[in-house]
C-alpha cells in the first residue's frame, strides 16, 4: 500500500470519527432539550433514510468525476448539517443532513479503493478501511461521549465558553473542526486515470438504470450470497448498537458514558476482526469465514447470561472480532463482483442500498418497541425498571437480544448451506 491509499484511507478516518462524534453529541442535544427516548432511535433512522433514498443517483454521481472530487463534495454537505445543528436546526433533521452528505460520500470512499488497486489487494484493502472506519467508531464514540458528557461540563461553566455554549453545542462545535481537516485531505486524493461516466439528471431513466444494477448483482451468484450476508450483518449491527446501550444501562446499571465504552469495545472487536481477515482470508476464498457469522449469532443470545462488567466486555469483543472477520472478505468480494459487472460507483450504490434498507427496517423496529413500552433509558435504570418490563410479558431486551442472535444465526446457516450446493453444483468456486 502506498502513500496515496493511506492518505484515503485518513481521509475516510477523519470523515467517519465525525461522523460517529457527531452522533453522541447529537443525543446528548436530544436529551438537553428533553426529547422523547424513542428520538434515539429515529436519529439514526434519519441518518441512513437518506442511503436507501439516494441510492440510484449517488452511483452515477460518485463515476461522474475523480472520487476525491466527489467525497469533498459530500464532506462540505457534512458540514453543513453540523453547522445547521449548532445554529438551532432540530438535531434530527440536521442528522438527516449529514446522512445525506455520508449516503453520497460512500460509493467514491469505496469506489476508488477498486479503482486505485488490483483485485488481488482488495481483501487487505478492506481490512485497513474497515478497520479504519471501526476506529473512527471507537473514538468518535468515545469523543463525542468525552466532549458531552459530565467531565467537560465544570471545565466548560469556568470558563467565557460557558456562557456561549452547553456540553452538547460545544461538542458540535469541536466536531466542525474534523469535518475541515477530513477536506483538507481530500484534496490531496490522487486523480486517477479511469473512465469518467457523465451526470445524467434525468430521474425516471437513472432509476431504471439503478434497478437494472440491483437485479444483476442479486442475479450474480457470488454477488447475492455476498450482497445477503452484508444486508443482514449491516441491519443487525445497527440495532445492536442500540441493543448494547440499552443492555449496559439497565442490566449492567452502566452510566451513558460508560456503555458508550462498552459499544466501543465491540468496535474494538471489528477492527481486530478485520485486520486477521484482511491478511489471513484471500479473495478466492472469501466465503470460508460464513461459519464465523454463525457463531456471531449465537454469541450475540450469550449477552443474556452475562451481569458481571469484565465478562460483559469479553463477550463483546468476541462478538465484534467475529463480525469483522466474516464481514470484510465478504464485503471485498461484493467490491469486485459489483466492479466487474457495472462499474465501482454503481456497485457501492446497490450495495448501500440494500444495506441501509436493512438498517432502516430494524432500527425502525426497535423504535417502535421502544415508544410502544415507553421506557426511558436513562442513567438512573434500575431493577424497578427490569420488572416494569417482565411485567408487561416477555422482557423486550430479551425478545430483541434472541430474535436479533436467532436471525443472525439461522439466516447465516442457510446461507452457508446454500453456498455448499453452489460449490457442488458448480456454480460458485470455493
Not at 481521509?11 to 460517529?20: E, G, I, R, T, Y
Not at 481490512?127 to 458528557?149: C, D, M, N, P, R
Not at 449469532?297 to 463477550?315: D, P, Q, R, Y
Request: proline share 4%.
Amino acid at each position: 500500500m502506498d502513500r496515496g491509499f493511506f492518505i484515503i484511507l485518513g481521509a475516510q478516518f477523519l470523515s467517519a470519527l465525525a461522523d460517529n462524534a457527531l452522533f453522541f453529541a447529537a443525543l446528548a442535544l436530544l436529551k438537553e432539550q428533553h426529547s422523547p427516548e424513542w428520538h434515539l432511535s429515529m436519529l439514526l433512522w434519519c441518518f441512513t433514510v437518506s442511503y436507501v433514498v439516494l441510492a440510484p443517483f449517488a452511483g452515477s454521481f460518485a463515476d461522474s468525476m475523480h472520487k476525491g472530487k466527489a467525497m469533498m463534495i459530500c464532506n462540505g454537505i457534512k458540514l453543513i448539517g453540523c453547522l445547521g445543528m449548532l445554529v438551532g436546526l432540530p438535531p434530527i433533521m440536521a442528522y438527516a443532513l449529514v446522512g445525506f452528505g455520508a449516503a453520497a460520500y460512500s460509493p467514491a470512499k469505496y469506489g476508488i479503493i477498486t479503482e486505485y488497486l488490483p483485485h488481488e489487494k482488495l481483501v487487505a484493502a478492506n481490512g485497513w478501511l474497515e478497520g479504519a472506519t471501526v476506529s473512527a467508531i471507537i473514538f468518535g464514540t468515545i469523543l463525542g461521549g468525552l466532549l458531552a458528557g459530565s467531565h467537560v461540563a465544570p471545565w466548560l461553566k469556568s470558563t467565557v465558553l460557558g456562557s456561549v455554549f452547553s456540553p452538547a453545542t460545544f461538542a458540535i462545535a469541536a466536531i466542525i473542526l474534523l469535518y475541515l481537516a477530513a477536506s483538507w485531505l481530500n484534496c490531496y486524493i490522487p486523480k486517477l486515470n479511469v473512465e469518467l461516466k457523465p451526470l445524467q439528471l434525468q430521474p425516471i431513466a437513472l432509476t431504471k438504470e439503478f434497478w437494472g444494477c440491483v437485479a444483476k448483482l442479486w442475479k450474480d451468484p457470488q454477488g447475492q450470497l455476498s450482497l445477503g450476508v452484508t444486508t443482514l450483518f449491516w441491519g443487525a449491527g445497527a440495532t445492536m448498537r442500540l441493543v448494547v446501550l440499552n443492555w449496559a444501562i439497565i442490566w449492567l446499571n452502566f452510566s451513558m458514558e460508560q456503555a458508550t465504552q462498552l459499544v466501543a469495545v465491540v468496535a474494538f472487536g471489528i477492527a481486530a476482526g478485520a485486520i486477521v481477515a484482511g491478511h489471513c482470508v484471500p479473495l478466492k476464498k472469501a466465503f470460508s469465514v460464513l461459519p464465523a457469522g454463525i457463531a456471531m449469532g449465537i454469541m450475540v443470545i450469550g449477552m443474556l447470561f452475562v451481569h458481571n462488567t469484565w465478562l460483559a466486555a469479553f463477550l463483546m469483543f468476541i462478538v465484534g472480532c467475529l463480525s469483522g472477520f466474516f464481514v470484510v472478505p465478504l464485503n471485498a468480494m461484493l467490491q469486485h463482483r459489483g466492479h466487474t459487472l457495472m462499474g465501482a460507483g454503481h456497485s457501492i450504490a446497490v450495495q448501500n442500498f440494500n444495506e441501509n434498507i436493512g438498517i432502516l427496517v430494524m432500527v425502525g423496529i426497535h423504535a417502535m418497541m421502544v415508544k410502544y413500552f415507553s421506557q426511558p433509558v436513562t442513567e438512573a435504570a434500575s431493577k424497578a425498571v427490569v420488572h416494569q418490563f417482565q411485567a408487561s410479558g416477555i422482557p423486550p431486551m430479551y425478545a430483541i437480544i434472541t430474535g436479533f442472535g436467532l436471525l443472525v444465526a439461522l439466516t447465516m446457516i442457510a446461507i452457508t448451506v446454500r453456498f455448499r450446493r453452489g460449490v457442488r453444483a458448480g456454480i460458485m468456486n470455493d
